[in-house]
């Protein structure tokens, strides 16, 4: 999850923007938690697909 389209609820502002501490500890949290969080849906399905190829070629390699 990013935080790019939330919105704090103590000051109504966006929490990427940091307006106060509240949305600040809140990306700082976000940020911190979650490693992947940054990597984006095209990304992780990419990393799937090459993933499968090198399972498929070992197997293929195997197979011989």
Request: hydrophobic share 50%.
């Given at each position: 999850?990013?935080?790019?389209?939330?919105?704090?609820?103590?000051?109504?502002?966006?929490?990427?923007?940091?307006?106060?501490?509240?949305?600040?500890?809140?990306?700082?949290?976000?940020?911190?938690?979650?490693?992947?969080?940054?990597?984006?849906?095209?990304?992780?399905?990419?990393?799937l697909?090459?993933?499968l190829?090198?399972?498929?070629?070992?197997?293929?390699a195997?197979?011989?």
């Open positions: 999850m990013t935080c790019d389209h939330l919105v704090c609820a103590n000051c109504a502002g966006p929490v990427s923007e940091g307006r106060c501490s509240v949305c600040r500890a809140e990306r700082a949290r976000l940020h911190q938690d979650n490693p992947f969080g940054s990597l984006t849906p095209a990304t992780l399905l990419a990393l697909v090459a993933l190829a090198v399972v498929w070629a070992v197997h293929e195997a197979a011989v």
